[in-house]
């Protein structure tokens, strides 16, 4: 057991960060436990600790009496400072137990710059960084999380993936590892490989070789083995009213990133933006009932005392049973002060009343993603959104008393042309001009937030060559002259962490190397821009001889083969291809949720319904 | 309506969390015991319950407390045990009294006196630390340079102000029962104050140039208003 000295606590920043025993973490007597996993994100607690997936895995692991499953973060460099000079191993939260005693430890894969933290942690751990170097005793390394649906670049320093949604397959992973401890006599890493590559939605990317035609390019991936398969489909729960899910979350000592708690209304989305990984990734969508949540928010807030709920989903507003469900909530909790709130809005007045009923009590500002600029780019991406549905749902949010609103965008989306920038300003112009005319004031506030596009694999846009770092940075200049009106805030942000994550996010196993010598030339925490180092990563790429715009830069063909195909949310190509082809029509794809398939194939892939209650399909 | 002023601890396992996350603390466990706290009006309301003293990061305190404001009358066996059985590891429920006489003055302006316990780390010696407790208490004055974030006009400027710390001192330093213990008694008032920490400093500063002060572990003993414990007063 690790024993921390105040002399060490005391000269780090929030050390609390630290110390664990929080309010219903889970400490688990050992002499009982078959198998331990470590969970982590690879970022700060106060980031690592607002992730909803890691709470799930966490209660339903803990939820076994022969399984424990604890806590652990990165430690911010003034902490990872004292460990190293004072020899102190990576441990976790709750046992405060070396890393390395762990049978599992699993990392949440969230984002493509957090990847040089999990190499630091690992060494911080006493865990050599590939997996190939790992000897018996050591503990497996597991990936998961929204990341999956491209780990080439990470490949050779993880054991296994888990591909797609991880409540159900990690139990089956356990079960695995119990089974191999009383069977196995030698204990051999490869041995339970083999056992853990059999369940569905496991990926070991050690048995499979990687291929490269001479000029470079991907040719191809092979499993080594017979007994191994060529694709991997991602776990679906087919069940979301009865999986095991968040009760009783930790109640952290310190104010964290998300402090509320999370009520997970449904998974998926089928709105069918064309730019968007996560709707394709969490396919199809699949409701909990309203009477479930209404309980489970009860358990919740029983077991917490949080004053706060988030109503999570990717996009809530889309919930059948909302207006129920509010009211319900209301309910239950008139005259206790207890607030709800929506994390992100559709742009319709049916989404605003909602927000107003909500929060009654707080004004804070109201966050709309139009995406694009102009109509037609709009259409190109299949944002099923008018510039009249923007203005109605301002319209109703200013007459209700708001006079803050944010506006998200992308910058670098396929076709983009001048005038869909500059389309940027003139439709928040357009949104402050409504608000003086609604109001006959001008205290108004319109923040425009734009972000660098990153083309994503499993996406209609997967092909698509990313916009330069000059381009970007050409297009926001155009943007910055146009936006020339007091109450229009216009944030942006250098590209070179889009570009970054635009080499990874697309890239192959050969990144390995790159990454490891970024981390090794002191690369961390890169999704933190006061820590993040471009031209560290400049020189690594230049010093592993690799010309990283044929990854993010250059169109590639429909014929090609992607170094991310095995690893699959289950939508088929064809589709996909369609997708691009009426993206380049401006042509539109319906919805599915509560109309005609649309031809994804990510339920006939699956076996898997959508679960809507008011289509009750 | 209903007040109960509550002495509770901040034990190690809270020792590094700050005055607002251990009030927050102390809130969510009110709300899980299923309490009916009052809330102030507004925009933004907030639970109404207020401390004697904002605690820093790294110090515990055997005695912390707080008036905690209720809608309804509940019995004062009834607040006890339901609030106990929730509390968090290391905040610990010592007592409770229902504050009945109309007007309470809030303890915040009350608290004149806080006895502070310092365990200094084992390479120092116990004859160093007598030593240096003897010439502390020797010495007429003892001047220490606070150094603080300038704000306004004087924003990214550090700005650094000499103060005696003696004059906040109630009594001389003295040794504690247990080893390498030094309690002092600090004068609290709407005036300023000093905190331990900044004692330690100029003990490392003037007599023990190789203490490292983050090793020195600081405990709050006692928190009180002319002699008397805060819930005695009402
Ligand atoms: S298979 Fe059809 S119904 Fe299912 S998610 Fe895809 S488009 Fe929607």
């Given at each position: 057991m690790i024993k921390l000295s105040p002399a060490v606590l005391q000269a780090v920043s929030k050390p609390a960060r630290y110390t664990g025993g929080e309010v219903n973490a889970v400490h688990k007597d050992y002499n009982k436990i078959s198998c331990s996993f470590a969970l982590s994100m690879p970022d700060v607690y106060e980031v690592g600790m607002s992730n909803l997936g890691l709470k799930i895995l966490y209660e339903v692991l803990n939820s076994r009496t022969d399984i424990a499953a604890e806590r652990v973060y990165t430690p911010w460099p003034d902490m990872e400072e004292k460990m190293r000079e004072n020899n102190i191993p990576l441990y976790t939260?709750?046992?405060?137990?070396?890393?390395?005693?762990?049978d599992f430890i699993g990392f949440s894969l969230q984002y493509e710059l957090i990847y040089t933290n999990i190499l630091n942690m690992l060494d911080l751990a006493g865990i050599p960084i590939f997996s190939k170097d790992r000897t018996a005793e050591m503990p497996f390394i597991i990936g998961g999380g929204p990341c999956v649906y491209n780990v080439e670049p990470i490949a050779e320093f993880f054991d296994f993936f888990i591909i797609g949604e991880g409540e159900e397959v990690i139990l089956e992973v356990a079960d695995a590892y119990i089974k191999w401890q009383a069977q196995s006599k030698t204990h051999d890493r490869v041995e339970f490989l083999h056992r853990v590559a059999a369940i569905s939605g496991i990926y070991v990317p050690s048995f499979y070789r990687a291929d490269y035609y001479e000029n470079g390019l991907f040719k191809g991936l092979t499993p080594l083995?017979?007994?191994?398969?060529t694709t991997i489909n991602k776990r679906v729960v087919k069940d979301m009213e009865n999986v095991l899910t968040v009760e009783k979350p930790i109640v952290p000592y310190i104010n964290i990133v998300h402090d509320r708690l999370m009520l997970e209304l449904f998974r998926g989305c089928s709105r069918g933006c064309r730019f968007c990984q996560a709707g394709i990734a969490y396919r199809p969508v699949r409701e909990r009932s309203s009477e479930r949540l209404r309980s489970l928010a009860k358990k919740m807030i029983n077991n917490t005392g949080y004053d706060e709920m988030s109503l999570t989903?990717?996009?809530?507003?889309?919930?059948?049973c909302l207006p129920v469900l509010i009211d319900d909530l209301t309910e239950d909790y008139t005259g206790e002060k207890m607030n709800f709130s929506l994390p992100s809005l559709r742009i319709d007045s049916f989404s605003i009343d909602i927000a107003h009923k909500l929060q009654t009590t707080r004004k804070s500002g109201l966050t709309f993603a139009p995406e694009a600029g102009t109509q037609r780019l709009r259409d190109v991406i299949n944002k099923g959104v008018t510039e009249e549905d923007l203005l109605k749902a301002c319209s109703a949010a200013f007459k209700h008393g708001w006079k803050t609103v944010k506006l998200y965008f992308m910058m670098?989306?396929?076709?983009?042309?001048d005038e869909d920038v500059i389309g940027i300003a003139t439709l928040a112009e357009k949104v402050v001009a409504l608000y003086k005319e609604i109001k006959g004031r001008r205290d108004v506030k319109v923040t425009v937030s734009v972000s660098c596009f990153v083309p994503k694999p499993f996406t209609p846009f997967q092909w698509f060559g990313q916009n330069s770092k000059a381009e970007f940075k050409r297009k926001q200049q155009i943007l910055k002259e146009h936006i020339n009106n007091r109450a229009i805030q216009f944030n942006y942000h250098d590209s070179s962490t889009s570009i970054l994550e635009g080499i990874i996010s697309r890239g192959d196993r050969r990144l390995s190397k790159v990454i490891y010598r970024a981390y090794k030339k002191g690369a961390k925490f890169d999704g933190w821009s006061e820590m993040f180092k471009f031209p560290i990563w400049e020189e690594a790429f230049a010093e592993e001889g690799i010309d990283t715009s044929q990854y993010n830069l250059r169109t590639r063909d429909f014929d090609e083969q992607l170094p991310w195909e095995h690893t699959t949310p289950g939508v088929k190509k064809q589709f996909l291809i369609n997708e691009w082809n009426k993206a380049m029509q401006q042509e539109l794809t319906h919805d599915c949720r509560r109309s005609s398939c649309t031809g994804c194939g990510i339920c006939q892939a699956l076996d898997v319904g959508i679960i809507d209650w008011e289509g009750n399909k | 309506m209903t007040v109960f002023r509550i002495e509770i601890t901040k034990e190690e396992q809270l020792r590094y969390i700050s005055h607002l996350d251990y009030a927050n603390l102390l809130q969510r466990a009110i709300r899980r015991a299923g309490l009916p706290a009052a809330y102030s009006e507004g925009f933004n309301p907030h639970m109404k319950v207020s401390f004697a003293s904002a605690m820093a990061v790294g110090v515990t305190a055997d005695a912390e407390y707080a008036d905690v404001e209720l809608t309804n009358n509940i019995c004062q066996p009834e607040f006890f045990d339901k609030l106990k059985a929730v509390l968090p590891a290391g905040m610990k429920l010592l007592r409770a009294k229902e504050i009945t006489s109309g007007r309470h003055q809030s303890m915040n302006a009350l608290v004149d006196t806080a006895l502070y316990e310092m365990k200094f780390p084992d390479d120092i010696t116990a004859d160093e630390l007598q030593a240096t407790i003897d010439q502390f208490n020797a010495a007429p004055t003892l001047i220490f340079v606070r150094e603080k974030q300038g704000k306004g006009a004087k924003k990214g400027r550090i700005i650094k102000k000499e103060i005696?710390?003696?004059?906040?001192?109630?009594s001389a330093l003295t040794a504690g029962e247990a080893d390498n213990v030094v309690l002092a008694a600090i004068k609290v008032s709407p005036l300023g104050s000093i905190k331990p920490i900044e004692i330690i400093n100029a003990l490392k500063i003037n007599y023990l140039p190789t203490l490292d002060s983050n090793a020195v572990l600081i405990n709050r003993k006692t928190l009180s208003a002319g002699g008397k414990n805060l819930m005695d007063l009402i």
């Open positions: 939260l709750e046992s405060f137990r070396e890393l390395k005693e762990f083995y017979d007994d191994i398969p989903s990717l996009s809530s507003a889309d919930y059948s670098g989306l396929p076709t983009e042309t | 005696d710390i003696k004059q906040f001192l109630a």
